[in-house]
């Protein structure tokens, strides 16, 4: 047998640390584009605008210490604290790796309900709350554009018209606005997370009805 026969069926050595990286790089890439992570980050971005958005509402309600303000965005304040709250119960919720407890399909499931719940539940609360922002808007940029205070610019009928007008046109437009920035933020990757159920589902079908 040759020198170079011999040579070749020396098994290489194996190098742990190349493998242990190469599989890691393999993982974080995966994680990376997991749709949970994905929605997780998402949830991050909304929570932190929702923070500058609430500390603009108190910077116009210090500035303007009006009561017909603190009535009206006072409540839009009051409803992205609450938008927040959720939000950072829900990001801290959404784990990368599934908990080790629950199977791998009922905890996408759940993941799954949570998330498009909490959007539901702050789409359905922002058009609750939109109106009072519209009349707030309103009223604030007639005081600021007329140059009088907010009661005098009320006191003409022409203006609470334009205001019972105005007002649902400003919440109708917020709501599909803020519908279709969910959907710009979550709709992708809460399809892709709903695309990976239904997979899970059918292999899990596809094993019971083998057995």
Known sequence: MSTESIWKQIPEP???DLSKLLNQIKLNDLQSR???????KNFLMNIIWGLI????????????????????????????LVA????????????????SKAPLLQEMK???????????????YFLIIYPFAGAGGFMLGGM???????????SKPVIWISMLIIVPLIAMGGHYL????????????LSQLKENIDALEAEQQQINEAS
């Open 14 to 16: 194996e190098d742990a």
């Open 53 to 80: 958005i609430n500390s603009g509402y108190i910077v116009l309600l210090w500035a303007y210490p009006l009561w017909q303000l603190f009535i009206t965005i006072g409540l839009v304040f009051i409803a992205g």
């Open 144 to 154: 600021i554009g007329s140059g009088k205070s907010i009661e005098v610019f009320l």
């Open 84 to 99: 927040i709250v959720q939000g950072i119960g829900l990001y801290r919720s959404l784990h990368r790796s599934v908990s």
């Open 34 to 40: 997991h749709p949970l992570e994905q929605l997780r």
């Open 110 to 124: 759940e993941q799954y309900a949570s998330i498009s719940k909490v959007i539901k539940q702050q789409e359905l």
């Open 178 to 189: 803020g519908k279709w920035l969910n959907k710009i933020a979550f709709g992708k990757h």
